[in-house]
């Protein structure tokens, strides 16, 4: 399916909503701490978004009844907020917020570790966040979508661990979730041109053990299957003639 690029309007809106975005991601680092829940934390990014005069763009889709996904240790993504779910010393938590601004979304997560952690965990932490930057390297209008799975699958398993392959990133704009999909490793069936223009979210979800999810009971949030750590990041990009733009930097 060919991506449509958006126009210079268009850019200019997701823009404003992505500037939210990562002022939401920055307040809620003020926030998170040992001992606090993750229902204080979807509290907390509720009001700032709603104060900011935008909507989060999570709450009452596919029903999901929360503004934040908060996603601790072997959760992979979509971690519900839940009476009782603590931060606790040493969990790696994910933080992943959207915002719906000006008829526009926009999306992006980051992953910390809380407390003390150790060199197991920081290692985790920094593949992923440095597979993302890897695989935006070079990315501009004519590259291929498997560009980026490429760049991602390999720096992750040099790196001794798993990308998730049930989920993916994807395209953004007027709808949370647009074509196309981006997956964290190489498919032919994902490989579109990428226009100037055209505006995705790339995510690579990591997994210290393999890379199998299971889908929690709660119906939401998403485990690794065997128990073991897993590791988030994502950003909101807008591709140019010559590059890339990270709207949630």
């Known amino acids: 399916m060919r991506i449509i690029p958006k126009s210079a309007d268009e850019i200019k809106k997701i823009k404003a909503s992505s500037a939210i975005v990562k002022s939401v991601l920055d307040h809620l680092e003020e926030y998170l701490c040992v001992g606090i829940s993750s229902l204080d934390l979807d509290k907390i990014a509720h009001d700032y978004i709603v104060k900011r005069g935008a909507k989060p763009a999570f709450l009452g889709y596919g029903g999901f009844p929360a503004s934040l996904c908060v996603s ?4 992979v993504v979509h971690g519900l907020p839940k009476e009782g779910k603590v931060v606790r010393c040493g969990d790696v938590v994910a933080l992943d917020v959207g915002v719906y601004y000006n008829g526009y979304n926009s999306d992006a997560g980051r992953t910390y570790i ?6 197991h965990k920081q ?13 935006l390297k070079n990315i501009k209008a004519g590259s291929r979508v498997g560009d980026i799975s490429k760049a991602i699958q390999k720096t992750v398993e040099a790196g001794g661990y798993s990308v998730v392959r049930d989920l993916t990133g994807h395209g953004i704009g007027k709808k949370l ?3 196309p ?3 964290n490793f190489f498919h032919p069936r994902y490989n ?11 995510e690579p979800m990591v997994n210290a053990g393999k890379y199998h999810v299971v889908l929690d009971i709660d119906g939401f949030t998403y485990k690794s299957k065997d ?3 897993s590791a988030f990041y994502e950003h909101c990009i807008v591709i140019l003639s010559d590059g890339i733009e990270i709207l949630t930097s």
């Open 177 to 179: 979730h647009e074509e």
């Open 181 to 183: 999909s981006i997956p």
């Open 227 to 229: 128990g073991s750590l």
């Open 114 to 119: 809380v407390g003390r952690g150790n060199e």
């Open 192 to 202: 579109q041109i990428l226009p100037a223009g055209a505006t995705i979210c790339v």
């Open 123 to 135: 290692k985790l932490v920094d593949t992923t966040k440095n597979s993302l930057y890897v695989g």
């Open 72 to 75: 601790i240790n072997d959760e």
